[in-house]
């Protein structure tokens, strides 16, 4: 069985190939499009397995080359040009599979060998193109995945629970699975559950009828039944009140609603998306999310991991603020890769959300067209205390604010982090007692001598602690 392998970096080419032939593969390589289209003319391939961006053009946008001459050739598609616009060409292709790099090479050689078993390409009908401009923005692994969990759900009305902390993108998700898929002419409802009062919730859902309740004046058609035809966005569904959540499975299980004071019942006809910041297993098992109900809206879910734990997103997000700061009429500014790299050092404990504001702040404030680590340092500094007052105790997110600001110069990193460290710590035992070096010495379990020692360093005063009324 053969692989035509389509892959202008020969490192990369190397490692596919030792993987495909040690799944019993004869592997055909080449490095542009125009030596696999001939290739392709003189013999059959089992697979195919590109790369995206080739020297003589794009491996996605020739595909239709390839189907000319096999229709039925499963292809498998690599890119290193991980955004979701590729992640979505491709699969609008009808491909086989698609791998972001870096990829698991095994899994790629045990795709490939499921595609070339298969004989067929699941082969979808093309859509019309996507524009450019998608709006989720990220190159990480992490952001990888859940592109991928998006394509994978564009072409069904399956439910999709989307789960993050705050800020993390969850709504834009919520609208890109919308926005590219397949009931994307119908409207996009977003709902937040947590926002409305417990006793309104199910006329907010469902609808009422005139005089249904008290102030029921009129009809009213509720977000199940304006969401038709397309996608239902239930937000915060964690905080949902128990007996809405009890009403919600009904509708969701028996596939109808009925108005809150109303006969017929209303056949449902929307993709259901939910998300929430909450960790809904606790929840659950304090009685406040129905398990149920869980399971109902688990389908797919969609983890958006916070942006401390995908660093690499933090550059590329920086940029595409400031470019839409820019757009929308702040000053136009760049950013100098050291600052870019400061601004990845972060907590950024509101995640993206806070990494956006403070890149629109930085826009409106920085002197200089530039964007430096001192602008940025300034800007940071002038929010501190507020920081500060929210901060959660972390030591190892102090460390990364510390370093940050302080910059130790290199080979007095630890001496510098120590005394900084302990200067505040041997202060509050001190504070503690009094000022009595010994029992701050018994209360650190550290030496009398030593304490002695590292506070005349540090320049600390003992006698400043005596308390004297
Ligand atoms: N990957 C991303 N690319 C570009 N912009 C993003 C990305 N993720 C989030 N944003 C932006 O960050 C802000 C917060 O995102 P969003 O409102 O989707 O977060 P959320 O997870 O729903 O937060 P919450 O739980 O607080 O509702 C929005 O302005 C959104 O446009
Ligand atoms: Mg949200």
């Not at 020297?55 to 039925?72: M, N, Q, S, W, Y």
């Not at 417990?198 to 469902?206: D, G, Q, Y």
Request: glycine share 8%.
């Amino acid at each position: 069985m053969s692989v035509l392998l389509v892959e202008d970096d020969l490192s990369i080419a190397i490692v596919i190939t030792a993987a495909l032939e040690a799944e019993g593969f004869c592997v055909v390589h080449c490095q542009s499009i125009a030596e696999r289209d001939r290739l392709l003319e003189e013999g059959p391939y089992q697979a195919l397995v590109t790369d995206v961006m080739l020297p003589d053009g794009d491996g996605i946008e020739t595909i239709d080359r390839v189907r000319a001459l096999h229709p039925a050739l499963p292809i498998v598609i690599v890119s290193a040009q991980n955004t979701l616009d590729t992640a979505v060409r491709a699969t609008d292709t009808g491909a086989f599979e698609y791998f972001p790099k870096p990829f698991d090479i095994d899994e790629l050689a045990r795709t490939v060998r499921q595609a070339a078993g298969a004989g067929q390409g699941t082969a979808v009908e093309g859509e019309e193109p996507l524009g450019d401009g998608l709006p989720l923005v990220g190159r990480s692994t992490a952001m990888q995945t859940v592109f991928r969990m998006i394509t994978r759900v564009l072409r069904n009305d399956l439910t999709v629970l989307i789960l993050g902390e705050s800020g993390t993108g969850k709504e834009l998700v919520a609208e890109a699975v919308h926005n590219l898929g397949h009931r994307r002419a119908g409207p996009f409802i977003a709902v937040n559950t947590a926002a409305i009062p417990a006793e309104l919730i199910e006329s907010e859902l469902f609808g009422h009828e005139k005089g249904a309740f008290t102030g029921a004046v009129a009809r009213h058609v509720g977000k199940f039944e304006q969401a038709a035809g397309g996608t239902l966005f239930l937000d915060e569904i964690g905080d949902m009140p128990m007996q809405a959540q009890t009403r919600l499975l009904r509708a969701l299980q028996s596939g109808t609603v009925r108005r809150v004071g109303g006969r017929e019942e209303i056949r449902l006809d929307v993709r259901i998306i939910a998300a929430t910041n909450k960790d809904l297993e606790p929840e659950i098992a304090a009685g406040r999310f129905r398990e149920d109900l869980y399971y109902r809206l688990n389908v797919v879910p969609i983890l958006m991991p916070p942006l401390r734990d995908r660093r690499d997103d933090i550059d590329v997000l920086a940029r595409h603020f400031l470019q839409h700061a820019a757009n929308e009429g702040l000053p136009r500014r760049q950013l100098t890769s050291e600052a870019a790299e400061l601004l990845s050092r972060q907590p950024w404990r509101g995640n993206v959300r806070e990494l956006k504001n403070f890149i629109y702040r930085l826009a409106l404030l920085a002197r200089e067209d530039a964007i430096d680590p001192e602008s940025i340092q300034s800007l940071l500094a002038a929010e501190t205390p507020a920081m500060l007052e929210e901060d959660s105790g972390d030591i190892a997110q102090a460390v990364t604010r510390w370093l940050a600001m302080e910059k130790p110069a290199s080979g007095t990193i630890y001496q510098a982090a120590a005394a900084a460290f302990e200067r505040p710590l041997f202060a509050e035992v001190l504070k503690e007692t009094g000022g009595n070096q010994l029992r701050a010495a018994q209360a650190l379990g550290i030496n009398r001598n030593t304490l002695r020692k590292r506070l005349s360093e540090l320049a600390l005063d003992p006698e400043e602690f005596v308390r004297r009324s």
